[in-house]
């Protein structure tokens, strides 16, 4: 059966930092792709970053040059470096992992930047 758990997230003032990690189990294969999302009160989910198998990212505009993803191929389990995080990151972190199985979502890990 697979699974994806997240974990990491929490409390943290404006200016600092967090790291969220995301392992998928139970699949037959590494990943294909895995990334993480967000969800803020009354807003839609949006893509903050992705990583492929092979490494390639993409990130949200929004989080550019201060959050970085990356991968540990062998378990099947991505990271997301959080610096400078400001209010406005304050959401619901939502972990995506594409398997051979299927796509497959975390339950989330809320994230609050407050001071």
């Known amino acids: 059966q697979v699974q994806v758990v997240e974990s990491g997230g929490g409390l943290v003032q404006p200016g600092g930092s967090l790291r969220l990690s995301c392992a998928a189990s139970?699949?037959?294969?590494?990943?294909?792709?895995m990334g993480w999302y967000r969800q803020a009160p009354g807003k839609q989910r949006e893509l903050v970053a992705a990583?492929?198998?092979?490494?390639?990212?993409n990130y949200a505009d929004s989080v550019k040059a201060r959050f970085t993803i990356s991968r540990d191929k062998a378990k099947n389990t991505v990271y997301l470096q959080m610096n400078s995080l400001k209010p406005e990151d304050t959401a619901v972190y939502y972990c995506?992992?594409?398997?051979?199985?299927?796509?497959?979502w975390g339950q989330g890990t809320q994230v609050t930047v407050s001071s």
């Open positions: 995506n992992a594409v398997l051979f199985e299927g796509t497959y």
């Open positions: 139970g699949s037959r294969f590494s990943f294909s792709a």
């Open positions: 990583i492929t198998s092979g490494g390639t990212t």
